[in-house]
């Protein structure tokens, strides 16, 4: 399947990429509710053990309902990027309970006690807390810069062998910047260091990583990928087959942060859409963003897709189009916030992100309630700081809602 989806269009691959045809001929690959599986006979046990054979044999090492979904997403990040040797990239992917359960995977397999990981500001909370309260604990500091600077990125590797592992987001929240893939993944390289992005924000409709070189990708398929907000999920895509067949494999089965088969389901029903969905999310964020921009009561606007961000530039280099996630900065700062959420009739008050509806958070009230003041506003979270994931609604109805609530 994976040669032949590499002449399909974007839009086919992610309705057809990765379906295997059911025996008992079913349309869509169905929610295989089965913790294992039976072999005929026990030589061919020992062969499916051994590998010799393909098949599953138990739930949390592979599903098939699970299957399909790694498939697509594998097929999604490698669309129309080739290997060294100019054939067409093939890539792993392997689902899991959720984001974070991906990164922890990723990490676990890749870094021991005694080696150091360098990131970025601006991360996801989530994993910002995995970094420097868990990690620490077994041995595994962080070194974080800002990515932006790539001086003070190389002379913190050369300063330091211990760093093994660079770990980029972007864009990142809630201020969209963003950051060089290709600048920062040449400098992991040349330092010998295993590069992982974060694509969470992007997606591979908007940004592919992989054709920077870089080792790993993670999502939390929670967001733009199940788009509908029906299923918490993560996953882990390599380009190091062997690796991800080995000790990547070993460490998602021993950790145990598999998916399921109903939640996998979800999420390739949401696959389906993806890059309808996606065009319809990037104009509509467009078109809110040029109408905030305008409007008298906001003070400013982080949207990449507007000339006024800094990282306008660096959007346009890698990706795209600049996505479906701004942020805006309310006039009358912390109560202005509150006031424009109660105010909404048609957006969704709640956190999360990439879902059909427009979701629409104040984090300075919500997310970061209990962040000392000082601490939020270094992280860019400002009182009046609204957070949207534009939804694909009919535009003029998004539009409308935020003409009365921004008032
Ligand atoms: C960029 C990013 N990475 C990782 C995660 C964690 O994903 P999950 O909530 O599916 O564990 C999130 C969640 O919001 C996220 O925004």
Known sequence: MSDKNNSLGFDTVCIRGGHTPESNRAHLTPIYASSTYTFDSAEQSIATFKGDEKGYIYSRWGNPTISEAEEKIALLEAYGLTDKDGAPLK??????????????????????????????????????????????????????????????????????????????????????????LEALSALGKK???????????ATPYLQQPFKYNVDYVMHSTTKFLNGHGTAIGGVVVGRDLDKMNTSVTKMHRLLGGNSNAFEAFLLTNGLRTFGLRMERHCSNAQQVANYLECNKGVAHVNYLGLTSHPDHAMCLKQMKHAGAMLSFELKGGFDAGVKFINQLKLCTNAVSLGTCDTLVSHPASTTHVSVAREQ????????????????????????????????
């Open 191 to 201: 330092y010998g260091l295993i590069v992982c992005v974060d694509n969470t924000f």
């Open 91 to 180: 890539l792993k992917a392997i689902l899991h309970a959720s984001g974070m359960a991906a990164i922890c995977t990723m990490l676990m397999a890749n870094i021991k006690a005694g080696q150091k990981i360098i990131t970025h500001f601006s991360l996801y909370g989530g994993t910002h807390e995995l970094v420097e309260k868990i990690l620490p604990d077994l041995g595994v500091a962080a070194t974080i810069v800002d990515f932006h600077d790539l001086n003070k990125v190389e002379d913190a590797i050369k300063a330091d062998k211990t760093i093994r592992l660079m770990h980029i987001e972007t864009p990142a929240n809630p201020t969209l910047q963003c950051i060089d």
């Open 376 to 407: 939020r506003l270094a992280f860019g979270i400002t009182d009046g700081l609204i957070r949207m994931s534009v939804g694909i609604e009919n535009v003029a109805d998004i539009l409308n809602d935020l003409e009365q609530a921004v008032g």
